[in-house]
């Protein structure tokens, strides 16, 4: 980081630079949007220093990439089969299986809860045979190179908690995004794009929203936020210079900048100015790595055939997918996307058709694509929502159509690359998709498995705040060796 | 695990020489850095061993029984210094000596099975800090009790020694402890600098023109300065920022389809509170239990909707009983952060383990709040209205009283109310239904259940878990909730102003403190608990803690007192020499120099421009926001779907009337470090990244006040070294000198020179922003003036309160 600023001609800001290094900064982590100010000791918000020093272990990934199906994608029309669903078709969900869990308020006063199973047909795929369901023929055709997790569980009934679950590891927000929890950690790999990036998109079906606590940092320092990228013409906030100005007039503009701020310095001596000044010099690489990163327009044919039609058009998933790759190579240390429009609570053979034509291709290109350039290895890509679907229907159940509300209790997600197992189903569910049988998955042990791959331990990556110390998965979270390599 | 006693425990063996080496290995392997520290003569158990005891031992030896090891305590006396239950021949601490203290023997043994605290907490001691608890023990280990938790009293003023820098009771105390540290304060500031310092903290707003012209020709007493200030409505909007984060204000609900509520009557109010003076004891009553006032005003109950400002779901599936109880959980963690300093929350799933508060007690805090005639989710309830932008219990308020007792509401025409209720919204059933409430303005209050409500223990925290029933209290350990006060919010109220409370004073005033000088005095503004800092001066925090009592909890007195003091008139000249006394400047031997909030960099901008419109009051506003921000996260759902961006005056209201929706929050806010107000929060985290020079750099909103203030400088004719002069003027709030006017004169030269080739792009850089432009002047000069101004906006000393 020294190097990184003299490069500029800049003067650390040597008060807190050497207060940090007292701390040992060879070892702890560098925030994604690095300003030496970040270390600002002394109040409650400090750097644990004998907590940090990560990694914790040798890493197996060095970034991730995760497609995150908002909405709740029902497992049982896409890799968890269960024909005995379509024998009792109709049939009342015994009670012996539901055993008085809770219900949303959705379907809680239905006065029947009909078993319905999948209208669409599924195949086995692979050396591992497994199941997957016609919507997905491009995501069966990588089941060697991905790992079906079956036995996903989670606490919360509702999207909005269970979302924030899923990424922040509580239900009620204010707490800091799994991504700035990896910003805070690892820090980026390129100094002059954010660790943590968020791309959205939308499909068809019915949609839930995101909200923008999701990639908050909470509590951590406001440099490990989840940076948005947007399709517009500014992918980043405040990117581009105004209409008319052209890069080198803002040089000009910012090298004046610099005279009077270091004018002030030598008046008044607080070192925080020339802080700012590195700020801006920062904000300035970025309006020339951001664009970098975000274009598309090099990409031969061959790579958009892959990712499918739709990733010529931005704000698309597919489009979104492939923006993922580019800025994941580029050092982006945790690329989240969320798609739009999995809540399938009736129409749902129509809906969840549409939604998989828009996220399969692509997804499955994904992974194909790092697959060929050698990063797969090192990058783990991770798609799932946010809890699973009843096996009954909610509301009018007929031959052709149904819907499925909310199932926390199990929902399959899948993993790929970053030391994960290839080719690998892990855990089941009872024969009518209700409760797991075997090798549950809590929320919080996949988070601890995400940061474990990425060489850190959950129980130590904490952040002081409040008189109490925080981590990602609370007080609970086992790593799931099974499915590491 | 503490007290499981071997028999061949350490110390018998460790002796003499041996003990040394066993020692320095030891302290090897625990420190990451050496500590220099010098083992104080005489140990304070406050100063000393509690934090470090807070830290490593009460998560299993402490307050909370369940998780509590072999039975033993620390954080007790009694406890620590009795027999051990699973060695009674033995004790946790013999005072006196440390040789004969388990606690000792286990910190020091090399036996990792033995160890204190055990490897697998990773935790561990350094060499200091086990030094520090032997001494401990050996001066006869003195308990104290937690600082926070004993009334404050006012100490005699402390002897200095340059007695003639000295300007009131602050000094004494802050000078005593600069002196202790060697170090000297800083002369007075510069009268501008001084002023601007003034305005910033008492309006939130540059001094305009006018004033920095008067004060250039006349010397204004500061007295009086501050005494005119308190009386301008700009001093109202100023306190309720902070206030608002405190409160968790906000104009949507917050959850998932996030649609609109219409709180804002009650931001009004709390201006009007502030603007009256009102006292701090009848501002947080009135907000906690106005409506159990006698015959209380409708003023009395709106001021309740401060507990009704939490998200609220309105998502079909929320489970009715869940999100009531989360309601209640927010008021009660509310309390104990903003008012208590105490974090109840840790609490609520078990007893906390730091702090003397049992989980009974948490509940006994809650019942004051679970008896609120409200739903957790209403419209899972028949016959109430879908989104409505009030929740119940609520009020209406009628244009009439709006012209009677509630003057202070700002209430818009009927149009307006229609198109802020509405927006874009596609027509439906939740259109029609938002439509029918648009004639009437509804805000959420307080108000409880005739019959009230049972509180039950709820277990691990869980909606659906209750066991025992508790009726209200207050932890006893800060102070017991008298029998003769009602249980209920009133008597909560009355117990928290109670005289010999001993957190409500400090923990306001320490607020205050921060507002202003940037750290509290309590760097832990949320937490005075055991795992909470100590004050950095402690007799200067409860000096002011009672002298505001003594005072009738006064707020403009306590502002005044800090303003008028040497300590906060001094400049901010900062030397090597400080910094490397005291980096972070505790102990104010300068004015620390501060990145000015969110809020104000909006309304410098605005301000210095002419742009400002100063309406206080009324609904929040939609400036200019990147587009597609709302669009890109939404359902497509609710009147919020889509962002309606305002025009005309409505676009140039000060930053704490910019619309804040929960789930998108606004992002120039958001980037400068603003709350989101998903839950309250005492203190804003201050960071520095490239995304706000960014927004610094081409945020419309500060190109356009740039066009607009170089428009304004031309028509008034002035040349340029005047034009530059007077902007930077505004801008800076002191006259540049000629090194800034010769860089910035060049960077107009270089301007102009582009400019004049290629008018077009001085007409593409002129184009931002709704305000019209002055057509009649030549575009290259308005430009190149602008890009000028625009400088000057970005630099550091502008965004700086000094």
């Known amino acids: 980081m020294e190097k990184e600023l003299l490069k500029h001609g800049l003067h650390v800001n040597r008060r807190h630079f050497l207060s940090s290094m007292s701390i040992g900064l060879g070892s702890v982590a560098l925030g994604s949007l690095l300003i030496p100010d970040l270390f600002r000791s002394t109040k409650d918000g400090v750097v644990d220093e004998a907590a940090l020093g990560v990694p914790h272990f040798a890493p197996k990934a060095k970034r991730v990439i995760y497609l995150f199906q908002n909405g709740a994608p029902s497992q049982l029309e896409s890799f968890d089969f269960k024909p005995k669903l379509r024998e009792m078709w109709g049939e009342e969900l015994p009670e012996s299986i539901r055993q008085g869990q809770r219900l949303t308020g959705m379907t809680a006063s239905q006065s029947s809860f009909p078993l319905v199973g999948s209208i669409y047909d599924f195949q086995q795929y692979g050396e591992a045979r497994a199941w997957v369901s016609e919507l997905f023929p491009h995501t069966a055709k990588i089941v060697d190179d991905i790992c079906i997790v079956k036995s996903m569980h989670t606490e919360s009934i509702n999207h909005d908690p269970a979302l924030t679950f899923f990424q922040t590891g509580a239900q009620q927000g204010n707490r800091p995004s799994m991504g700035s929890w990896l910003s805070y950690g690892l820090g980026s790999e390129n100094q002059n794009l954010p660790a943590f990036t968020v791309l959205l998109s939308k499909g068809k079906g019915n949609g839930q929203g995101v909200y923008s606590k999701l990639w908050s940092n909470g509590f951590l320092p406001a440099t490990h936020q989840g940076v948005q990228f947007s399709n517009g013409e500014d992918p980043v906030l405040f990117l581009n210079n105004p209409d008319g100005m052209r890069k080198e007039e803002r040089r000009k503009m910012l090298d004046q900048l610099a ?99 828009d996220v399969d291709q692509a997804s499955a290109a994904l992974v194909k694509d790092l697959k060929q350039r050698g990063l797969l290895e090192e990058t783990l890509v991770i798609w799932g929502g946010e809890f699973g679907r009843t096996n009954y229907s909610q509301g009018k159940l007929t031959r052709d159509n149904y819907g499925r509300d909310h199932h926390p209790r199990c929902f399959s997600i899948w993993m790929a690359g970053g030391g994960i197992k290839p080719g690998m189903v892990y855990g089941a569910t009872d024969e009518l998709g209700y409760n797991i049988t075997t090798n549950p998955v809590h929320v919080h042990d996949f988070q601890a498995t995400v940061l474990h791959q990425l060489g850190l331990d959950h129980e130590k990556l904490i952040y002081r705040h409040l008189g109490r110390k925080f981590r990602l998965t609370d007080v609970s979270g086992k790593v799931i060796r099974d499915i590491l390599t | 695990m503490f007290g499981m006693v071997k028999k061949n425990n350490c110390i018998t063996w460790l002796s003499g020489p041996v003990l040394l080496i066993v020692f320095f290995s030891l302290a090897c392997e625990n420190q990451k850095k050496p500590t220099g520290e010098d083992i104080p003569e005489s140990i304070s158990y406050n100063l000393h061993i509690r934090p470090i005891l807070s830290e490593n031992c009460f998560a299993c030896h402490g307050p909370d029984a369940n998780k509590r090891e072999a039975g033993l305590r620390l954080d007790r006396e009694q406890d620590a210094f009795a027999a051990l239950k699973e060695a009674p021949d033995r004790r946790a601490i013999s005072p006196g000596k440390p040789h004969q203290s388990e606690v000792y023997a286990r910190i020091m043994t090399a036996d990792e099975t033995e160890r204190m605290p055990p490897p697998s907490s990773n935790l561990s001691l350094s060499n200091h800090q086990v030094q520090l608890i032997k001494s401990w023990i050996r001066q006869g280990a003195e308990y104290e009790p937690h600082w926070a938790f004993v009334p404050p009293e006012k100490a005699t003023l402390p002897e200095v020694e340059a007695a003639d820098w000295v300007q009131n009771e602050i000094d004494h105390f802050a000078l005593s402890a600069m002196e202790g540290k060697g170090l000297q304060p800083n002369k007075r500031a510069e009268k501008q600098s001084l002023v601007r310092r003034i305005y910033f903290d008492l309006t939130g707003l540059p001094p305009s023109q006018e004033v920095l012209n008067r004060i250039e020709k006349e010397e204004i007493p500061l007295n009086a300065l501050i005494d005119t200030l308190f009386a301008t409505p700009a001093y109202g909007e100023k306190m309720a920022v902070s206030w608002m984060d405190v409160a968790r204000y906000a104009d949507s609900h917050g959850y998932q389809d996030d649609y609109y509520r219409t709180q804002w009557p009650w931001r009004d109010w709390v201006i009007h509170a502030f603007n009256q003076n009102m006292p701090y004891d009848q501002f947080i009553t009135w907000q906690l239990a106005g409506d159990l006032l ?48 105490i974090t109840l929350e840790c609490a609520q799933c078990h007893d906390h383990k730091y702090d003397p508060i049992s989980q009974e007690e948490y509940f006994q805090v809650f019942a004051f709040f679970n008896s609120v005639a409200e739903k957790g989710i209403e419209e899972a309830s028949p016959g109430f209205s879908k989104k409505s932008p009030a929740k119940l219990p609520l009020m209406e308020i009628t244009e009439g009283e709006t012209r009677d007792i509630l003057q202070f509401i700002n ?23 938002l ?73 306001y005033v320490n607020r205050v403190w921060q507002e202003i000088f940037g750290i509290g005095l309590v760097d832990t503004p949320g937490d005075f608990g055991m795992q909470g800092s100590l004050p950095i001066n402690q007799a200067l925090l409860d000096w002011l803690a009672v002298d505001f009592m003594e005072n009738g909890w006064d707020i403009q007195y306590l502002l005044k007192k800090i303003l008028m003091s040497a300590s906060y008139q001094q400049s901010a000249a900062v030397t090597p020499e400080k910094i490397e006394i005291d980096p972070d400047n505790r102990y104010l031997s300068r004015f620390p120099r501060q990145r000015l909030k969110a809020e104000e960099i909006r309304d410098l901008v605005l301000a210095s421009s002419g742009l400002l419109n100063r309406e206080i009051g009324g609904p929040s506003v939609k400036p200019y926001q990147p587009e597609g921000l709302w669009e890109a996260a939404t359902s497509g759902r609710g009147n919020l779907a889509a962002y309606q961006q305002d025009t005309g005056k409505y676009l140039y209201r000060r930053g704490l009337y910019t619309f804040i929706k929960r789930t998108v929050p606004p992002p120039q806010m958001i980037l400068f470090d603003a709350s989101n107000r998903d839950a309250c929060e005492v203190e804003r985290v201050k960071t520095s990244t490239p995304l706000q020079a960014l927004a610094m750099m081409n945020d419309p909103f500060v190109l356009e006040a740039s066009r607009v203030l170089a428009e304004k400088l031309l028509a008034e004719k002035s040349s340029l070294p005047e034009s530059i002069h007077s902007a930077f003027y505004r801008i800076v709030g002191r006259p540049p000198d000629d090194k800034e006017i010769a860089v910035l004169t060049a960077t107009h030269t270089d301007f102009i020179e582009v400019y004049n080739k290629d008018q077009d792009r001085a007409a593409q850089v002129l184009a931002v922003g709704e305000y019209p432009a002055n057509d009649s002047l030549p575009v290259a000069v308005k430009a190149a003036l602008m890009q000028v101004i625009s400088l000057i906006y970005n630099l550091e000393e502008t965004n700086t309160k000094s």
């Open chain 2, 411 to 433: 209430m818009p025409d009927s149009a307006r109310r229609v198109q802020t209720l509405l927006a874009n919204m596609s027509k439906g059933t939740n259109y029609n239904s």
């Open chain 1, 259 to 357: 005279l009077l701020n270091e004018h002030s310095f030598q008046k008044v001596g607080d070192p925080e100015i020339q802080t700012r000044v590195a700020q801006y010099e920062m904000a300035y690489r970025m309006q020339t790595a951001v664009p970098e990163a975000t274009d598309l327009s090099k990409e031969p044919d061959r790579i958009f055939d892959m990712y499918g039609e739709d990733s010529r058009k931005p704000g698309t998933f597919a489009a979104n997918c492939l923006l993922a790759r580019k800025l994941s190579e580029s050092g982006v240390r945790f690329v989240q996307l969320y798609h739009q429009g999995w809540d399938q609570h009736g129409n749902l053979p129509s809906e969840m058709a549409s939604q998989a034509r």
């Open chain 2, 435 to 507: 439509l029918a409430e648009a004639n009437v303005l509804k805000v959420s209050v307080m108000g409880d259940l005739d019959s009230g409500r049972t509180t039950f223990i709820l277990d691990r925290g869980a909606y659906d878990a209750p066991t025992e029933p508790v009726e209200e209290g207050a932890p006893t350990a800060i102070l017991d909730f008298p029998d003769h006060l009602p249980k209920n919010r009133l008597g909560l109220a009355q117990w928290l102003f109670d005289p010999n409370h001993p957190l409500t004073a400090r923990v």
């Open chain 2, 294 to 341: 006698p015959d209380p005003t409708k003023e009395q109950i709106l001021a309740t909707g401060f507990n009704r400002n939490h998200k609220i779901t309105e998502e079909s599936g929320a489970i009715d009983e869940e999100y009531r109880v989360m309601y209640a959980v927010d008021r009660t963690n509310t309390l104990g952060k903003a008012m208590l300093g």
